[in-house]
């Protein structure tokens, strides 16, 4: 029988207690692995077909990637540095063409988080082979990785809160943990017991791989912490100077330079620029 088939002949079967039918998908997930199944793959065919919910998905990658659930169980990430050791996890236990699919998607997925050129692509494959193989040992190829990638998830945590600030309606359950989100695109499930979410975003874009929240679970968090948001913690203060000549300037961690602050912040619409005061800007961008 086909594994597509054998799986799916399960979901007719219903698992009243949450362990059994964690035990059982879990069962399910080695046997998929073991056919040659991918862990992204067999997580998603997994809960394309009902057997396993989104949380338990997860759990069986992290765990398939030598996770551990109390590292799942995480904060809300404002910056690059929070999902860093999680993404660095991800590159030594998972073969290059995993990481890739999670990072960019198969170059079609609208929602993926990196958008990179064909070059570009080639390079960091090449780089996540080489950290594989050395287990990451090597702490030159994993700089190289995160550069590659670092500019594309921290724009990625930036539009979930803007995103986070639309319009988007919560039905809470009796315990609080879960909801139908609603916002002008759909209607979706939360759940704040790990910060999942049914939303195209945050199941096509990789971001339940890489430990990033969706603006739907963000917005949950916001409704959560009433008054002890911080919305400006996303950002933080770059000191600028000005020249005799009116030119305002201030290094940039992620061109690694100084930059002009009109030219290439402002005029070139730079996704990290969150406006600027008397002698600094707030910028998105997180320094390691």
Known sequence: MPTEEWVLNWTNSIYPDRKRRGDRARELFAKLLDDGYSAVDAS????G????????????IAE??????????????????????RIEKLIV???????????????RNRFAVGKLSKREMSDLDSLLRLARSQRGGD???????????????QNAILDTETLADGEISFDWSDDGMTAAASDWHGSYRIS??????TCDRYVLGGFRHLGLMCEHVMCAHKVKSGNEWDDVSGTRKVFSQASNDGTKTAWCDRLRREIDITSSC???ECPFFGGHGGDFIRCGFASR
Do not use: W
């Not at 077909?49 to 069986?60: C, Q, S």
């Not at 551990?68 to 540095?81: C, G």
């Not at 702490?139 to 998830?153: F, K, W, Y």
């Open 192 to 197: 704040m017991r790990d910060d999942s979410c």
């Open 139 to 153: 702490g030159r190829v994993m700089d190289a990785i995160h550069s590659a990638i670092e500019s594309h998830v």
């Open 44 to 47: 998603e065919l997994l809960v």
């Open 49 to 60: 077909n009902g057997v396993a919910d989104i949380g338990m998905a997860d759990e069986m």
């Open 64 to 85: 398939a990637s030598g996770i551990t659930a109390s590292e799942t169980r995480r904060t809300v990430p404002r910056h690059y540095a929070d999902v860093r050791d």
């Open 93 to 107: 236990s998972m073969p290059s063409q995993e990481v890739m699919d999670i990072v960019i998607g198969d170059g």
């Open 266 to 268: 402002v005029e070139a």
